[in-house]
């Protein structure tokens, strides 16, 4: 394994680039190939499988023999998770090169590899272990001449379509409970970063997941993404993405076979601070600028739109501001780094755009512009956006960068309209030592997950997904993900 700089990049010799299919590496059709661009110079990184209809079509045929072939999905919850368990081992094993690879593919920091990322999916696999053979079925309260049993079966094969920004977490997200259960999986990860997830393929059967139970195909969303939403086959499509393309699963799903969709999205997550923190104001704001930073803003729950008390705001702006300009921005292979190259030049493109207008506008921006430009790479320097209208775009949309608005209110109930007045609804932070308006603002916020006094998207153990546009049919995380992933059977005994 080759540790190197942004200039001389080299990915880990293991890293494979064709399609996996039936436990093997496969050729894409006419050796149909995509460019992988490094984040980091915006150079070629390698050439991956680019999967077309057919292709998906001999994925989801390969996962659907497995399936029926009774191998994984029939066997005992105790013996999957033997397999599971191995499987988080080999990741375990191999978390190194895991983290290397993410890190050169995406642009993300590698201490934030190597620290948070791969240690989450070794995490997620074994928690899905340890549940599967914990989670009962129910029986019905009747009266003595029936029996009623509810059962959850395994769906059948799952197709999980994953963004880049998180490439392990949230595949991982979505395979630990899905294999749990019993499915087979075809993966379709982001073009952007589909390294990893060839990796984790590749382990799974080296664990003993049985030839057809996972199954990945690279390659475009609109070819790939897309066959596999309207695949008639095809029984769950489980997606972590834009909201613009999660509709499309629900339009897939409702022109084929009306599979069952799951959609984790967007958000703007308000991050609300009270007056009574003033004394801890540089805690807070160290808080938020990771809230608001952490992967360069490219995070779904990232808190990019803090709500202040009007009696702290000033003070709380300098502070963020001061954090901000004292994240170090750079090579994600360099230790140092805490924020690295946006995902590609679009994405900066776009970023830059948020900055200017709002400048435009009339806001006050503190940072906020294209750095390290002689690498090649993507960088912006993270921004902090003052004196802005509620209703600039800046305070609406989701950016997915690091720019971070900040909006003054006076009272608990103003903050609570501010926070809710958004079309998204993933996350949500409150500030404030008052328990009691603590929890009266984390249930008046409209959710999927409110953090009180840190920012936080739960642990394993914990639902994720989102209300409005943000969430659709399902969460992530939880013994709640198996819902996803099972039917419910009623077995209706007449005693006689
Ligand atoms: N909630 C979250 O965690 C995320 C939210 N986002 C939001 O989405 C924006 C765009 O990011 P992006 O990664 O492009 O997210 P997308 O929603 O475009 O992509 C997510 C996944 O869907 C696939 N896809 C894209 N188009 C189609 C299609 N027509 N049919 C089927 N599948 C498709 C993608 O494939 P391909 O990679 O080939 O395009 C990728 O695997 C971000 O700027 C951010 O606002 C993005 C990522 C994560
Ligand atoms: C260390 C675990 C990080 C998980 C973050 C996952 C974010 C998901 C998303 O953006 O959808």
Redesign the pocket.
Known sequence: MTHATASTIELPTSVRTQMYRDGAFVDAEGSATFENLSPATGRVLNHVAAASESDVDAAVESARRAFDAGLWSKISPAERKAVLLKFADLIEANAAELALIDSIDAGKPITDCEELDIPDVVLTIRWYAEAIDKVFGKVSPTGSDNLGLIVREPSGVVGI?????FPSN?LSWKIGPALAAGNSIVV?????SPLSALRYAELATEAGIPAGVFNVVP????V???A??LHNDVDVIT????T???R??LRYAADSNLKQVAL????KSPQIVFADMESQLDEVAEDLAGAAFWNGG???SAGSRILVHNSVKSAFVTLMAEKAAARKVGDPLDRETEIGPLIEAS?RERVLRYIDDARSAGAVVHGGAAILEETGGFFVSPAVVDSVGKDSAVVRD?I?GPVVAIVGFDTEEEAISLANDTEYGLAANVWTHDIDVALRVARAVRAGTVAVNGFSEGDISTPFGGFGISGFGGHDKGLEAFDQYTELKTIWVTIR
């Open positions: 379509v994953v963004p880049w920004n949230t379709k990860p982001a073009e952007l390659g475009l969303g609109h790939a993404g897309k596999l939403g997606f972590t993405g834009s613009e393309v999660g499309m699963f984790e999205m967007g958000g490219q995070n779904c994405a989701e997915f």
